[in-house]
Every structure is written in structure tokens, then in C-alpha cells.
DNA sequence: TCTTTTATCTTGATTATTCAAGATATATGT
DNA sequence: ACATATATCTTGAATAATCAAGATAAAAGA
């Protein structure tokens, strides 16, 4: 019965600590848009119901309990993402801010006809894996496209947090599958272009590049 | 910018109106399961914030724009209960639940859309009218079968708030539309029977025939 | 090491929602 | 009309979630 307000604080620590397996006060506060002391005093809570460790000054990270309460909720906002496009032909720039609300209502038995329906997807549209209802997720080594040499790729995830971003994307065609060629990368001048089919160029910033994932094409 | 606990009061508050047109706080304490007091504290809130007329001791009813906002709110149950009935293949006897708790999250953008999917339906699975977007509803004058002569009827709605009674109905195939005709009706016994297809016979208590609402069928 | 900056923590206050218990008004029955 | 029952109201307290501002510890720089 965690209340929304909690299972979002999990779901930003699962986040958070996925780089060194722990996060701090600070940067749930930041994710949150919290000051530092209302999540301090979460942390009391969330520890004293065995959610996290918390040991003030040194950080925290998810318990067992948290860690699995966490993904089930990014399971629940997967699966709404793409049932949201899949079956109610939304947008995958609007879905995000849908799901966001709906992860903490919907049952689980509407989860699981969504999941059905969808045929036990393992994607959401934005790429990202949805874990199992056991929680177990396919780990993604995909590198940011701002990271990689030149060569050929497929665009196989992209960060949902900005919905211009993924406006953006659309309109150029540059989604979930999409493959192309990095010609030139010029980190200092922070920019970078691709080519695709027909010869057709596209230029785009290192905060864009930073945010489409790739993985490199074996042909 | 209603809060869900504000959106409920305002559901109760339509529906409690709705005979005498208007309602008592102990009427809404006992609907929502709450101390007279609680309800109390919330009409004061509520009549500041210009949903209800409430003076202390004579009643409440809500304002036009109290009415409206409920109305909104209404119209997104149906829809929703609608949609998980005929688009999830959820069962008529689950979908209220799970409608009232996403009626107060599901976005509008979301809410027309399953509208739009569902062909602008004026019913939802229980029978009850569903308000347009600007709050227009189609009154219904049908009577509950605990009422009426004998004689040839129609289902056309059926109280949606107990699920062991939407259950029986639906097994007994009493779901909206089905015909039949009212035999007997012993009010003093509190058994009445009614006989369709076949001579099929149908025997219900008065608690039953109290929630089952029928409209006569002039054949 | 000493100073400054940054991160984190503590405290006191606020808003929303609710209940328990006691006070008061209204309705009912004789 | 008077006593009793019922409905409603008031008050005081609790919980959840949050912020502002001041205190303190840790990290970074000189
Ligand atoms: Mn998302
Ligand atoms: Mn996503
Ligand atoms: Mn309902
Ligand atoms: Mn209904």
C-alpha cells in the first residue's frame, strides 16, 4: 500500500543508484524538485519501513523490498506507455505524463490485460525495457550516440523525459529501429551528423545526441 | 485543480441531491463512511471555494459550478467503465472500482480518445446515462422492478455499486436490454418472479428488484 | 592546515484530510 | 409542552507531505 507520493520517490532512487549502486539526499531532491529536508524526512520513513538504508551523511539505496516495490512500478509505467500508443494511438511524446499518474491506480488486473493484449512486451515505445511481473529486466548496454566512433547503428532507445525532444525525433524519423550512419562527430564544436537513406543528412547538438541511444550494426 | 478526495464529495453530493435537490451532511458522512464532523470541515471548504451552498444546520446542494465539476467527473466514470468493458473485455462486475479510481487521474486528452473510440456512447455498462463534455445528460425516468404491475419489461439500468449482484445478474443473463415479463409480485413476502424465453422461470428478493430498473415494453 | 563552499540535517510552521468526543440544536413521541 | 433520541456542530488531536531558514558536517581550495 505504498502511497503514490513513495512509489515515486522509489522509482527516482532506482534511477539514481543504477550508475553506483547508491544515491544521495541531494540528487533524489534535485530529481524531485524537493528541497534537501522533505527528503530527509522521507528517508526516515521509507527506511523505517524497510524500503531503504539510510544512514544520514552517507548516502542510501534500495532495500530487496525497495528495490523490487521499484520496479514494479516502472513496469506498471511501461506497459501503460505502450498500450497508451499501441491501443489508444497516442503519441509517444504524450505518454510519459499519462503514465506517470496512472502507474499509481491502475489494478492489477488491468495490468495484466494490458500485458496480454500487448503480447508480453519487453519494450515500452521508448525503447526501455519493462520488466516481468517478477521484476527480472533485460539489462541494455546500448551508448548514448554522443559516445561512439563513426560507423553504422540503429537507434534502439531514446530518454522520454522531454516531450520536444521526442517531437523532434518524430518529425525527423529518427525512432525506435531507425538505423543510420555517424559521419562526423565534432565534440568540440558539439555537434554531430548522420546520414541515411538517399544520402540525406541530418545534423543535431550533443544534449540530443547525449539522449538517443544506440547500438552498433553488425552489416 | 480539484483534488480526488474533493471530486468525491462533489460525485456523493450530485447523487445524494438528486430526489429532494439537496442533501444533509449526515447523508455524505454515511455515503463515504465518514464522522459528521469530517464532512462538516469539508462543506465549509467546499462553500468557500464556491462548489456548495451549505448553511450550518439547513442543508447543502451544490452551486452551477459545483454541479458542473461533478458532472465532469461523472461523465469520466462512465466512459472509463465503458471502455474497460468493451475495449479491455473486463467484466461489468469490476469495472467500477477500478473507475473510481481512475476518473480522477485519466487526462482529457486520454478521456476523448476512449469517447472517440467508443462512438460517443450515451450509456455506460450498467445502463446510466453518460453527460456530454459540456455536462448535458439525458434524464432517465425508468422505475425499479420492485415497483411496477405486471406486465412486459425492459432492463435498461442496474445499480452498479455491488459487485455479487452484478454477478448474479449477469449469470441469470439479466444484463441491459434482456426482456421478460413480471408474474407474480408478493410485496408482503418481498419475492416476486418473472418468466421469459421459454417459460423460463426467475425468482428475485426485494433488495434485488429495488436495484434492477426496467422501462415497459409497449409490444 | 585554515578557510570557503557545498551538502545535508534539524527545527518550526503550513496545508489537506481525517477521527474522537463532547456540546448543541432539532425532531419525535407521549 | 417535556423528555428523549437523533442530527449536526465544535474542538482538539493525528498523519502525510511539504517548505523556509538556520545549524552542522564534509569537501574543496589556498
Ligand atoms: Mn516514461
Ligand atoms: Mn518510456
Ligand atoms: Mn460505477
Ligand atoms: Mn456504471
Known amino acids: ?31 524531485l524538485s524537493l528541497t534537501p529536508g522533505t527528503v530527509t524526512t522521507m528517508m526516515r520513513h521509507l527506511s523505517g519501513e524497510g524500503y531503504v538504508d539510510y544512514q544520514p551523511r552517507r548516502g542510501l539505496r ?27 494511438a ?23 490485460r494490458m500485458d496480454e493484449m500487448l503480447g508480453r512486451p519487453t519494450r515500452d515505445p521508448h525503447g526501455d525495457p519493462i520488466p516481468d511481473a517478477e ?8 551508448l548514448p550516440l554522443a ?17 520536444d525532444l521526442l517531437g523532434w525525433l518524430d518529425e525527423k524519423g529518427m525512432t525506435i529501429g531507425e538505423e543510420f550512419e555517424l559521419s562526423h562527430c565534432n565534440r568540440a564544436a558539439g555537434v554531430l551528423e548522420i546520414v541515411r537513406e538517399e544520402a540525406e543528412r541530418l545534423q543535431m547538438g550533443m544534449q540530443v545526441a547525449e539522449r538517443v541511444f544506440v547500438e552498433s550494426v553488425s552489416a
Open 90 to 112: 497516442m503519441d509517444w511524446t504524450e505518454v510519459h505524463e499519462e503514465a506517470e499518474q496512472l502507474e499509481h491506480v491502475v489494478s492489477d488486473r488491468l495490468i495484466d
Open 135 to 142: 521484476g527480472n529486466i533485460v539489462a541494455m548496454e546500448a
Open 147 to 163: 559516445e561512439v566512433e563513426s560507423g553504422m547503428y540503429r537507434v534502439v532507445r531514446v530518454s522520454d523525459q522531454d516531450p
Open 1 to 31: 500500500m505504498a502511497t503514490s507520493t513513495v512509489e515515486n520517490y522509489l522509482k527516482s532512487i532506482l534511477r539514481l543508484q543504477r550508475r553506483s549502486g547508491s544515491t544521495a539526499v541531494g540528487e533524489v531532491a534535485r530529481e
Open 62 to 88: 534500495l532495500t530487496p523490498d525497495g528495490e523490487s516495490a521499484a520496479l514494479r512500478v516502472v513496469r506498471r509505467h511501461r506497459l501503460i506507455e505502450l498500450f497508451l500508443v499501441q491501443v489508444m
